[in-house]
């Protein structure tokens, strides 16, 4: 070992002259041999990792699946006559009820036809009043009464028709709903089928996602031991939606291209945060008995492929290959590669190497999990 003080006294009988230059030098010596220390004492410290097993538990996995967001009803408003624009009653994003009127297009020539046909039928009323009396005095033929009601009844549809075509020039909303944009303006020549506006109603929505056969049938074959059987939505900013939903319809039929089904389910939206369009991801639980769990931050990545550092009898650590099967927050629920009684590398995957030995202290999976963190070190 180092004898600090025999080296100063060595120095002081060799050097007696410049005692400034030596106090300086036994200064610099002094606090290097200091820092050497330190780092040795620090580098002895670090050399000391945390090790961890793999425990088993019963638990419930989530997954998440993209999902786009529907209307409960969304249709396109569109015109069933020709003519100008004349009145917009409505505003983009304005919420209407059923009923109410939204859009006039100038109906003056279908009011002409509806007041001619009108008068039309009263003609023929009058005309079937007259031949009636005449044929109850047995004037005129039975046959000439028929004559004389079927023109009446002509007449009456003559008018009806005339009315439903006057009655096309208002467009009601056919439901309580929101208005979307409105790509005509006012006095617009309107062409028939001419778009005018779509109308969604979001009082509740459906999320639209798809879902794996493996997965599919782990849902169809748990659906009575699931529990709670509400499934949540993750917003695009990262917030979950504060009402659950429920999935309520599943496709007849697979995606031969993509292997999936479709799912939908449907989530109340009474503060009509959802719209018409948006995206999201819907989150599934799925309740795993006797899980296999590993703390993610004892995993690194290679090529798409995880990886943990398995502790020997003699202290060295050597790469696995894990299989993954599910996913929560800061754990891993592993299907292949460890066993429980595994120790595995906790901190320090991006400091170590393959056969690389290691002093470690062990620490209990409980107390592990209770302490979490995501990123490994």
Aim: glycine content about 6%; aromatic content about 8%.
């Amino acid at each position: 070992m180092f004898d600090l003080t025999k080296f100063i006294s060595t120095i002081i009988i060799f050097y007696p002259m410049n005692r400034n230059v030596l106090y300086a030098g036994l200064l610099l010596t002094l606090t290097f041999l200091t820092s050497c220390s330190k780092k040795v004492e620090e580098k002895e410290e670090a050399g000391k990792y945390a090790v961890t097993e793999p425990v088993v538990l019963d638990t419930t996995l989530t997954k998440e699946y993209v999902a786009q967001i529907r209307s409960l009803r969304n249709i396109e408003l569109r015109s069933q006559e020709k003519g100008y624009l004349q009145n917009i009653y409505v505003d983009e994003g304005q919420n209407v009820q059923a009923g109410q009127l939204l859009f006039r297009i100038m109906p003056k020539a279908y009011e002409a036809e509806f007041l001619k046909a009108k008068a039309e039928t009263k003609a023929a009323e009058i005309e079937l009043q007259n031949t009636k009396t005449l044929s109850d005095k047995n004037i005129i033929s039975k046959n000439e009464l028929a004559v004389a009601q079927a023109r009446l009844d002509q007449a009456k549809a003559e008018m009806a028709l005339a009315k439903l075509h006057l009655s096309f020039t208002e467009i009601h909303a056919p439901f309580a709903g929101t208005i979307d944009r409105l790509p005509m303006k006012l006095g617009s020549l309107i062409d028939e089928g001419e778009l005018l506006t779509s109308l969604s109603d979001n009082s509740q929505m459906y999320a639209y996602f798809n879902v794996s056969e493996p997965e599919y049938l782990d849902y169809q074959t748990n659906i009575k031991g699931r529990g709670d059987q509400h499934v949540q939505l993750l917003l695009a900013n990262g917030d979950f939606l504060k009402d659950k939903g429920t999935v309520e319809v599943v496709e007849g039929e697979f995606d031969n291209e993509t292997g999936n089904i479709a799912f939908r389910a449907r989530f109340p939206n009474p503060n009509k945060l959802l719209r018409h369009g948006e995206t999201g991801k819907v989150v599934m639980a799925f309740p795993m008995k006797n899980a296999l769990i590993i703390p993610q931050k004892a995993t690194y990545e290679i090529q798409d492929k995880k990886y943990v550092f398995v502790v020997d009898a003699a202290n060295k650590v050597h790469s696995r290959e894990i299989t993954i099967s599910g996913e929560l927050p800061d754990i891993y629920v592993v299907s292949s590669g460890l066993k429980t009684n595994d120790k595995i590398l906790l901190e320090g995957v991006q400091k170590v190497n393959d056969d690389d030995k290691i002093e470690y202290v062990f620490h209990k999976p409980q107390e592990v999990l209770a302490h979490l963190r995501l990123k490994a070190e």
